[in-house]
């Protein structure tokens, strides 16, 4: 019975924590307003602040192509997902802070549109996200849950998939750092 219940005592607390933790303050749309003197790639891509973009796994693929010669960094999450929700504040600083240099995009994934909206309204982001309610581009990278940062390099190839939350934003820069070159 112990053995059972330890694992589950420990998911439930990192759940919790994950949840209930407030990571900082939702950064101001009006901090992503230098990302539209970014190099053109970029500079487009920004130009889509917190839009849901259809096209699914064909319009993420084309993106990350017209990306290429910039290493890109996407997040994959849901409104539903309380880590998602801990996370978010840290990808809004960092692509504010590296939009310049590294492409983000976002995957929502198994979310309706009112609610990912809702969601974005809350945590606007100075990048697209990709509409994926089937999880076929999830299931493309062979990410299992959410949230999950998938790290592609300058020539589009899949250096990394992070599967989980961040605990802290300094472990996300250190993989940007890391894998987003």
């Given at each position: 019975m112990?053995?059972?219940?330890?694992?589950?005592l420990?998911?439930?607390?990192?759940?919790c924590?994950?949840?209930?933790?407030?990571?900082?303050?939702s950064?101001?749309?009006s901090s992503?307003a230098?990302?539209?003197?970014?190099?053109?790639?970029?500079?487009?891509?920004?130009?889509q602040?917190?839009?849901?973009?259809?096209?699914?796994?064909d319009?993420?693929?084309?993106?990350?192509r017209?990306?290429?010669?910039?290493?890109?960094?996407?997040?994959?999450?849901?409104?539903?997902?309380?880590?998602?929700?801990?996370e978010?504040?840290?990808?809004q600083?960092?692509?504010?802070?590296?939009?310049?240099?590294?492409?983000?995009?976002?995957?929502?994934?198994g979310?309706n549109d009112?609610?990912?909206?809702?969601f974005?309204?809350?945590y606007p982001?100075p990048f697209?996200?990709?509409?994926?309610?089937?999880q076929?581009?999830?299931?493309?990278?062979k990410?299992v849950?959410?949230?999950?940062t998938?790290?592609?390099?300058?020539k589009?190839?899949?250096?990394?998939?992070?599967q989980?939350?961040?605990?802290?934003?300094a472990?996300?820069?250190?993989?940007?750092?890391?894998?987003?070159?």
């Amino acid at each position: 019975m112990l053995r059972l219940a330890l694992p589950l005592l420990c998911g439930a607390a990192l759940l919790c924590a994950c949840a209930s933790g407030e990571p900082g303050k939702s950064e101001s749309p009006s901090s992503f307003a230098k990302l539209q003197d970014a190099p053109p790639p970029l500079a487009a891509l920004y130009k889509q602040p917190s839009k849901l973009l259809k096209g699914g796994q064909d319009g993420y693929e084309d993106a990350l192509r017209k990306l290429r010669g910039y290493p890109v960094v996407v997040n994959a999450w849901a409104s539903w997902c309380g880590p998602c929700r801990f996370e978010f504040p840290f990808f809004q600083r960092q692509a504010a802070k590296r939009g310049k240099e590294v492409a983000f995009l976002g995957i929502n994934s198994g979310d309706n549109d009112g609610d990912a909206m809702r969601f974005l309204d809350e945590y606007p982001l100075p990048f697209p996200s990709y509409k994926d309610p089937d999880q076929k581009i999830l299931g493309r990278v062979k990410a299992v849950g959410l949230p999950s940062t998938i790290f592609y390099d300058r020539k589009g190839k899949l250096g990394f998939l992070h599967q989980g939350v961040y605990a802290d934003e300094a472990k996300l820069a250190a993989d940007i750092e890391r894998y987003a070159r």
